[in-house]
């Protein structure tokens, strides 16, 4: 943990664990038989009541609220753009704060609301270095992981925007009978979380932490392009949810489609799901597969899935492929989709076939790419 201040921004609180936050306390000055308790006071507010200010914190002293005021930082990556779909999806553009080289990065944040959840997708990297080539987040580079705070900040900020608090819920009028506007958390947007694996694993840590924002596991699901030797380590020190960024039934389409797969073949993946502890009828792996004209979309590439997923507890969420500008692709004609559904659904695996949501603010599953980097590669185009 890094705790000590730099030249330019105070160290922030969100994303430590608790027992960092105890040693953060002695920086100022707090005793060490009353760390835990204080620790556990400010944790509260930050995840619980959702403050953005020590002065809110009225159970701790003024004194000890100056001296975190003046040392610390709880404040939320700037929000640079904020859109919502005419179908209520909404998507955040997030600034982040300046890195050790001074630049301000950006990522993006979506809230899908639907009649029985509101399911919020979240990054876990600045760009990506997978390069899937139906995916216009892919065309993005890496730029770096994001940390534990910064992951855990993207929950923050949709649930201050959504009122998504205990205080707030209990006067909304219009608030869900589940007491709470963000019912599922999917790390699927920008980048690929296992190859972030400690920052993912923490924030997983702290959003489903009982006493703060207090999420279930089960409602957290992970979505990985089959990072095979980690995806066994996920389940057993995450214990969420998994999802698989499939897409096709044999290696010579998938190394198209999902480089990876050049390393990490369908069979290695597949063998890896097997492995994921607490899998069972209960805890089925998702399969992710996006539906492309004449490319993956045939019978007979269905039949293949069937085979391929046998013996494993699963479903499969078809997605119809959402076109970016650029894109080589086509989605699907829905006759397609439909007889490709039906094949999976007669071997006994659900197959729902996703709704596009989002699609006019770019919020759609693979559309996802911050706006500096869209700028930059209109510019290159323009020179070009």
């Known amino acids: 943990m890094n705790i000590i201040a730099s030249t330019t921004r105070k160290p922030g609180l969100i994303g430590l664990s608790r027992p960092e ?13 009353q760390r835990r308790m204080r620790a556990q006071q400010i944790w509260h507010w930050l995840y619980h009541r959702g403050v953005t200010s020590f002065a809110d914190m009225t159970n701790v002293s003024k004194a000890l609220r100056q001296r975190l005021e003046e040392t610390f930082d709880i404040s ?58 139906f995916c216009h987040t892919g065309t993005q580079r890496l730029v770096r992981n994001l940390t534990a705070g910064e992951i855990v900040s993207q929950v923050l900020v949709a649930k201050d925007d959504l009122g998504d608090w205990p205080d707030r819920i209990a006067q909304d009028p219009d608030a869900p009978a589940s007491g ?53 380590k996920a389940g057993a020190e995450m214990d969420v949810m998994l999802a698989i960024s499939l897409h096709a039934t044999t290696d010579e389409v998938r190394d198209r489609l999902v480089p990876l797969n050049r390393k990490y073949p369908i069979a290695e993946v597949l063998e890896a799901c097997r492995n994921y502890p607490g899998l069972s009828n209960a805890r089925r ?8 004209k004449g490319i993956n979309d045939s019978v007979a590439d269905a039949k293949r899935l069937v085979g391929l997923l046998k013996g494993i507890p699963a479903k499969v969420n078809l997605i119809p492929f959402n076109p970016w500008p650029g894109s080589p692709y086509e989605c699907s004609d829905w006759e397609t989709i439909e007889r490709f559904a039906e094949v999976v659904n007669r071997a006994g695996y659900a197959s729902p076939v996703r709704s596009p949501r989002g699609r006019d603010i770019m919020a759609a599953c693979g559309q996802l790419k911050s706006a500096s980097e869209k700028r930059r590669a209109s510019e290159r185009r323009q020179q070009a």
């Open 21 to 33: 936050l105890m040693t953060a306390l002695a920086l100022v000055d707090v005793p060490e038989r």
């Open 76 to 133: 939320r990556p700037e929000v640079a753009a904020r859109q919502i779909s005419v179908d209520g999806t909404r998507k955040w553009l997030l600034r982040l704060p300046p890195d050790d080289t001074g630049a301000r990065h950006e990522v993006e944040v979506v809230y899908i609301p639907e009649e029985d959840r509101g399911t919020l997708c979240i990054s876990s990297q600045v760009g990506c270095t997978l390069n899937c080539t």
């Open 180 to 232: 709470r506007w963000i019912t599922n958390v999917v790390l699927m947007g920008m980048g690929e979380p296992l190859y972030n694996f400690d920052n993912v694993r923490e924030a997983v840590a702290i959003i489903s932490d009982g006493e703060g924002i207090s999420l279930s596991r089960r409602r957290i699901t992970l979505s990985t392009a089959g990072v095979a030797p980690l995806i066994p």
């Open 285 to 292: 792996i998702t399969f992710e597969y996006v539906m492309l």
